[in-house]
């Protein structure tokens, strides 16, 4: 008997309307086009507006679009994981939300938090579910509304975010396509890089956390930037040695979407050229947990059944991974 893979086997995304430029940024915080772009790549971020709309308003949309494309309903799914930092409420689950409204309402459900190295570690977790034989179609979507906790007062971060969500349906394949191998890491130090101070259990919120701004994104730039370059790098080249492949055999990296000199410095390392590397950091900024699945939706009508694809993050915590997949479906 053939060895069972988790395959994606559709894919959906979705950004806003709303899009907030460098020029624009310009008029808000001390910063210019020429800083932005130079240093992080990003030209533009989508932003989502209106009063009550959370991350799960980006997920369903990205969710159904994958179902629609797939050819099947909500009630299908077995499963759902929401990869998110910024879920709709603290406690109330974003992923039972969104399996509800997508109409999967007898699916297990949960969120996952490794933040924007989440997709992967979802990748991986929604694949053993998968390869087990537990369930058949899991929904994976990962989103983030990081407009919502980003102060936009601080040029350090507020030029580097957006919103959005995509989604992705993984099923059993027998044929060999399908994750293939992958490796996730960790390292705790990175906590006090890049964080929220306050709003969890070790500072609750008061009104002096909110008053002293600790309920923002705070990241140390420079060390951050360095561990990134050096671990995303890393862990990629690492995937390409355990599975006897070079940049050659790659077809395309799918890289977090954080700044394009961490994504050049990744394919340099692997060996790749520009052309099989997946970039749309310039159009939707880092939208955390969004960016993988974003670049998939992007990229979608170029990738071939057979083709071999190279996934790499790295994110506060630290957390870092990558996972090798074999795609399982040419387009349309």
Not at 1 to 8: G, Q
Not at 153 to 180: H, K, M, W, Y
Not at 246 to 263: E, F, T
């Given at each position: 008997?053939?060895?069972?893979?988790?395959?994606?086997t559709s894919v959906g995304g979705y950004v806003p309307d709303f899009v907030l430029s460098n020029e624009v940024l310009e008029t808000m915080v001390d910063t210019s086009d020429e800083w932005i772009t130079s240093r992080t790549g990003i030209k533009e971020r989508r932003i989502l507006k209106g009063e009550g709309r959370g991350t799960s308003d980006m997920m369903i949309q990205a969710a159904n679009e994958a179902l629609r494309k797939?050819?099947?309903?909500?009630?299908?799914?077995?499963?759902?994981?929401?990869?998110?930092?910024?879920?709709?409420m603290m406690v109330a689950s974003t992923a039972a939300k969104v399996a509800q409204l997508i109409g999967a309402n007898q699916a297990a459900s949960f969120d996952l938090q490794a933040a924007c190295t989440g997709f992967i570690y979802g990748l991986v977790t929604a694949s053993q579910f998968v390869e087990t034989g537990k369930y058949s179609k899991v929904l994976l979507v990962g989103g983030d509304k990081m407009s919502s906790i980003l102060d936009y007062?601080?040029?350090?971060?507020?030029?580097?975010?957006?919103?959005?969500?995509?989604?992705?349906?993984?099923?059993?394949?027998?044929?060999?396509?399908?994750?293939?191998?992958s490796i996730l890491k960790s390292d705790g130090i990175g906590r006090q890089y890049l964080h929220i101070k306050s709003g969890g259990s070790m500072y609750p919120s008061t009104q002096r956390s909110i008053d002293q701004r600790e309920h923002f994104v705070h990241q140390d730039g420079q060390p951050v930037f360095k561990f990134a370059v050096t671990n995303m790098a890393q862990v990629s080249e690492d995937i390409l040695k355990r599975n006897n492949l070079?940049?050659?055999?790659?077809?395309?990296?799918?890289?977090?979407?954080?700044?394009?000199?961490?994504?050049?410095?990744t394919a340099n390392r692997m060996g790749l050229n520009e052309s099989k590397v997946m970039v749309n950091i310039q159009r939707y900024g880092n939208t955390t947990n969004a960016t993988l699945p974003l670049c998939l939706w992007d990229y979608e009508k170029q990738l071939k059944k057979g083709d071999k694809l190279v996934f790499a993050a790295f994110g506060g915590g630290f957390t870092w991974g990558s996972a090798y997949l074999i795609w399982a479906y040419d387009p349309n």
């Open positions: 008997m053939n060895k069972i893979r988790a395959s994606i797939r050819g099947i309903s909500g009630s299908d799914i077995d499963l759902v994981i929401a990869c998110t930092v910024t879920p709709d007062t601080d040029r350090t971060t507020c030029v580097i975010f957006g919103d959005g969500a995509g989604a992705v349906i993984l099923e059993p394949n027998t044929s060999g396509e399908g994750l293939q191998d070079s940049g050659d055999d790659v077809d395309w990296l799918v890289p977090h979407q954080a700044n394009k000199r961490i994504i050049d410095a």
